[in-house]
């Protein structure tokens, strides 16, 4: 039978087609996706939404670099894309807010050596990403929102945008009821197990070999107003600059920890480079200081199909720390398979690339 027949088999039998374990950006992303093809959702989580890895404060929307392309990169940058009539689309239905910007991102040249390698990525952007955005090498303004550069250029992407992870995934909760879904206790129909970290040790378990773990960052937000400015990446930091007056500066990434969601010292220095970078950051105060865990799959990559060996379940999960970027095209991708039995899936996505 196809997942068509199927799915319209489950319909008759149940008051929800499809339960999305799991209220992070993945599987609310899914939820919106499946409500928007007519699908009756339901979304369970104990914890409520944005608990998890999405209730984070950076949210920096960045793609690759353009070169060595592959199906992830391509992936990635349709989801950009998608994003940027996405998010508008959530604040839309939901009436919240996203913090969802697209201001692009800028990059300091800090090396001879990436001189030419940023003018080459400049030309293949513009084949690459087909004429929807660009990466330019340019000269600094002078601004007091620019990294210093050792080689007095820069890099500016258009590509880049940002949002604020907690505020847009509560937006996407509101979406989600908007559009009449619900936010229940038992399961019904096809199952999507968007629960991360804690559902690549679940499936880790149920498989008997790991098939990703989690790795934990910490970031802060520090009251300074920089709207409307471009994020930057630069030295490793995000700095990265929301709608309502505060910068968030992070991440470290600890693959060993004992409390995932303490904060120390790590991010004591992460908060002096930024200072030290950026001197409008100087003496901002800090306002929140968070830590979350990132589910990463073994692949590297998202991890999205049919469940193993679980029949009528799927798993969307390996967001890691590009989630909120691949959101938008992660959720359709699934729809696409659950609903309609199309599958779009680039190979490195599915369960099997982490076994
Ligand atoms: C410090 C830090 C900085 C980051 N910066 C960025 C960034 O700049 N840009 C970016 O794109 N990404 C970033 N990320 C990564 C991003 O946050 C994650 O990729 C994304 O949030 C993962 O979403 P998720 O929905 O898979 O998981 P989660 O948000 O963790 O959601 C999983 C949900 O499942 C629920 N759950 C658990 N068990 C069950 C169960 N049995 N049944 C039902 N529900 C369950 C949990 O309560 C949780 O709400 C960052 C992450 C961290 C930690």
């Known amino acids: 039978m196809s997942m068509g027949g199927h799915w319209r088999r489950v319909r008759d039998l149940a008051t929800a087609d499809v339960t999305v374990l799991g209220a992070g950006v993945l599987g609310l992303s899914c939820a919106l996706a499946c ?4 699908a009756r959702v339901q979304v369970i989580d104990p914890h409520g939404p944005a608990s998890g890895a999405s209730g984070g404060i950076v949210g920096a929307l960045a793609p690759h670099m353009p070169e060595n392309w592959n199906p992830k990169k391509q992936f990635q940058f349709e989801s950009l894309i998608m994003g940027r009539d996405f998010w508008p689309w959530v604040e839309q239905v939901s009436g919240a807010t996203t913090g969802y910007r697209p201001t692009g991102r800028i990059q300091p040249i800090m090396t001879e050596r990436q001189i030419p390698q940023a003018h080459r990525r400049a030309g ?57 879904g619900v936010f229940a206790a038992d399961e019904q129909g096809i199952v999507i197990d968007a629960t991360g970290w804690a559902g690549l040790k679940a499936l880790s378990r149920d498989l008997g070999a790991e098939v990703g773990n989690g790795v934990k960052g910490q970031a802060a937000l520090l009251q300074c107003d920089g709207a409307g400015c471009e994020q930057i990446y630069a030295d490793t930091l995000h700095i990265v ?17 004992d409390d995932p969601a303490t904060t120390d010292d790590q991010l004591d220095d992460i908060v002096a480079r930024a200072r030290m970078m950026l001197p409008i950051l100087a003496n901002a105060p800090v306002v929140e200081r968070w830590a979350g865990v990132r589910p990463r799959a073994l692949s590297r990559a998202p991890m999205m199909g049919a469940h193993p060996n679980r029949p ?17 095209k992660m959720g359709e991708a699934m729809a696409d398979l659950v609903l309609d039995g199309i599958d779009t899936l680039p190979d490195d996505f599915r369960v099997s690339a982490s076994l």
């Open 35 to 38: 409500l928007r093809r007519g």
């Open 124 to 180: 293949q952007a513009a084949d690459l990403w087909q004429g929807l955005a660009s990466w330019q090498v340019v000269d600094p303004t002078g601004s007091d929102w620019e990294p210093p550069t050792d080689q007095g250029i820069l890099v500016r992407d258009t590509l880049s945008a940002h949002l604020h992870p907690r505020k847009a995934t509560q937006a996407m909760a509101q979406a989600v009821r908007a559009l009449g």
């Open 241 to 257: 600059p929301h709608t309502d007056g505060t910068v968030a500066v992070g991440s470290t990434s600890e693959r060993d920890f």
């Open 312 to 328: 009528d379940r799927f798993i969307v999960n390996g967001g890691f720390k590009i989630g909120f970027g691949m959101a938008p």
